[in-house]
């Protein structure tokens, strides 16, 4: 497997800590992680095999340094790459804009010739609405830390190793 890089914006910790959990569980010698508030578009670029996340915040929006760095995505060719997508969110404070982060991001991606990978579904969640959810899945892997924390390294092993196939 080619090197993955994973690029995460953080404002409580809480997406910092899922990234380094998915970077265990891929291994540290397969990743290479990158906080987007240091991170270029030609970072992004140096990778075949990408996973992007974030935290919602306010009313559906990006965390602040992944804000930023969007404008470096929608720079970047991304063509054949393959990238999956994680975030964090509160289903119950904010139900109609759980994880909508990753739902901007995702969109964001649309008409870069890339291959987007990792969706999960929406199942043991209860939230109201999304920009995540497409067709019934979320557009990645779902994570809240705030009301069901206790699933969360299951959710990430899971997800771990459903996308595995898919990064060459």
């Known amino acids: 497997m080619k090197t993955i890089?994973?690029?995460y914006g953080s404002s409580s910790g809480n997406t910092e800590s899922v990234a380094q959990q998915i970077q265990q569980a891929?291994?540290?010698?397969?990743t290479k992680l990158f906080d987007v508030a240091k991170a270029s578009k030609a970072d992004?670029?140096?990778f075949d095999n990408l996973i992007l996340g974030t935290s919602?915040?306010?009313f559906g929006d990006l965390q602040d340094d992944f804000d930023g760095f969007i404008k470096q995505i929608e720079a970047a060719d991304l063509s054949g790459k393959t990238v999956a997508l994680f975030?964090?969110?509160d289903q119950e404070s904010y139900s109609d804009t759980f994880v909508d982060g990753i739902g901007l991001i995702w969109q964001s991606l649309?008409?870069?010739s890339c291959n987007i990978v990792g969706q999960t579904s929406t199942e043991g969640y209860s939230h109201s609405n999304s920009q995540a959810e497409v067709d019934g899945s979320f557009v990645g892997l779902?994570?809240?830390e705030n009301n069901q924390g206790d699933l969360t390294a299951e959710r990430v092993s899971a997800w771990v190793e459903a996308i595995k196939a898919?990064?060459?």
């Open 110 to 112: 649309q008409g870069k």
């Open 5 to 7: 890089g994973i690029f």
């Open 142 to 144: 779902a994570i809240d």
């Open 166 to 168: 898919d990064f060459k």
């Open 87 to 89: 975030g964090c969110g």
């Open 44 to 46: 992004l670029e140096q």
């Open 56 to 58: 919602t915040w306010g």
């Open 26 to 30: 891929l291994g540290e010698d397969n």
